[in-house]
């Protein structure tokens, strides 16, 4: 896999310098990988935002996308590298939203929730929807972010997350139903 | 518009927000700075280690350990105790859960209208899935598609497409049981009293009868419906085996215990009675 990922110019280049700079990195691993992030990081962003919470969210990503540097060597040979990367990052959000959710009752309590403090403000309807998701069980949550954020379906989903298909129908189907409940929407999907 | 539809909309609204904020160029910057300081941290780790070991006159482990800034060894994994395969699963601690009280030795009491207390298996995961007041679900760990719902204030639904209450269930554990038994989309169907949490229950087992028609929906799927719980559906559907179990708690109306297993065989279920044996109410 390491040596069949897409290596265009500007990756060349970046690693050219990354070793003109003396850098202690394998060029053809900091190559792949410095493509690699270029094209994940920003969905990557947005799916730890979703999941988390906007406060830390982009340190979740870079956190994610670190521990894939770190074991480049094992992460480059898995069959699709950015899903590893994005579990490591959906478990990290998810974790910390749970352990976040006690403080988040006294934050609310003096009106001063860092996501909204910190970030620009999403439309209203949108940010609620996320909020909800956020209320799911932690495997529906994960599920339903991948779905919508990277439009994968529930073969890439179940790859990603470790799990079965038929596990992930369940959890997509029930996290759509609490959706639609509690946004008192029907659960009709588009064609 | 639909859930999906506006779950779609809000994934686009926040991909179009982290594309425009996010720099990959500045962060890989950071990233790299952030591996270098690591790197040498793990180097200085590693060199005292070996210097211990070398001291103590364990050089026989010491030299293999031991790198220099520059060399392969400082670029590999740097936490001793990494594995080697890639591993990204923390392990879930139910206890983050504000609605779930963890009480020791396995024993989990989740607040639903009438809180459920629940010692959990070794073979069930220490996740509970808290739909609603009245909906909670707990999957296995040793087998996929396979798990068990409870439902407070159940209400049991017509054979139709509308999720509506079919009156003629009654309202008691035992009056919706007998419902449930005669269902006509049922097959091979078993009513049986027991005891669970010192009630007087009511457990029926059943097939679907093949061919039986299935019209409600239930997100991907076609079902013959049973109950609505809180936002939970439930319905009989091909490969889909298990037991419901009934009985009457004051606070919680019905209650139905929905002891599942998709695709997994007609005794899947099997390895779900000590978690339904355990559950007690209030």
């Not at chain 1, 340190?59 to 994005?86: F, H």
């Not at chain 2, 068990?148 to 269930?169: C, F, G, N, Q």
């Amino acid at each position: 896999m390491t040596s069949m990922s897409p290596v265009g110019p500007e990756t060349q280049s970046a690693a050219e310098a990354l070793a003109a700079s003396g850098q202690v990195i394998e060029l053809r691993s900091a190559e792949t990988f410095e493509a690699f992030y270029r094209r994940e990081l920003p969905a990557l962003v947005a799916f730890a935002r979703v999941l988390s919470g906007s406060a830390n969210a982009d340190d979740i990503a870079q956190e994610a996308m670190l521990a894939a540097y770190r074991q480049w060597d094992s992460v480059a040979l898995l069959d699709v590298p950015a899903a590893w990367v994005r579990r490591v990052c959906a478990n990290r959000s998810v974790s910390l939203f749970r352990r976040r959710t006690v403080e988040a009752r006294a934050l609310l309590r003096v009106g001063a929730r860092r996501e909204e403090a910190e970030s620009e403000p999403m439309a209203e309807e949108h940010g609620r929807f996320w909020a909800e998701v956020r209320r799911l069980p932690r495997r529906q949550a994960q599920v339903i972010a991948l779905h919508y954020i990277y439009d994968l379906g529930v073969a890439d989903i179940a790859s990603t997350l470790g799990c079965a298909e038929g596990t992930v129908k369940v959890h997509l189907s029930r996290g759509r139903s609490a959706l639609a409940s509690r946004m008192n929407r029907s659960t009709e999907e588009s064609p | 518009m639909s859930i999906d539809d506006l779950a779609r909309a809000a994934a686009a609204d926040v991909r179009r927000r982290a594309a425009r904020e996010v720099v990959p160029e500045r962060r890989l910057g950071q990233l790299h700075r952030t591996r270098r300081t690591n790197n040498v941290l793990s180097v200085v780790a590693v060199l005292t280690i070996g210097a211990v070991v070398l001291i103590g006159g364990g050089a026989l482990f010491g030299h293999n350990q031991i790198g220099t800034p520059g060399s392969e060894t400082a670029s590999v994994p740097t936490t001793p105790s990494q594995p080697r395969t890639p591993s990204p699963d923390p392990t879930p601690d139910p206890c983050h859960d504000p609605a779930v009280t963890c009480l020791g030795t396995n024993r989990f009491r989740v607040q639903l209208a009438v809180p459920v207390t629940v010692t959990l298996p070794a073979n069930f995961e220490a996740t509970f899935s808290i739909f609603s007041r009245d909906a909670m679900e707990t999957h296995r760990s040793d087998l996929d598609t396979t798990g068990v719902t409870v439902l407070e204030h159940a209400i049991p639904v017509k054979y139709d497409a509308s999720w509506t209450r079919d009156p003629t269930a009654g309202t008691s554990a035992k009056s919706v049981a007998s419902w449930l038994f005669k269902r006509p989309f049922l097959t091979h169907a078993t009513l049986t009293q027991v005891t669970l949490d010192g009630r007087i229950a009511w457990r029926v087992t059943a097939d679907l009868k093949p061919g039986a028609a299935l019209p409600a929906a239930k997100s991907d799927w076609s079902v013959a419906p049973t109950f609505v719980g809180g936002p939970v559906t439930e319905g009989y559907r091909q490969a889909l085996n298990g037991e419901y179990t009934l009985l009457d708690v004051p606070g919680a109306g019905v209650t139905v215990i929905w002891s599942w297993s998709l695709g997994q065989g007609p005794g899947a279920t099997l390895k779900n009675q000590d978690y339904v044996d355990s559950l007690t109410f209030g």
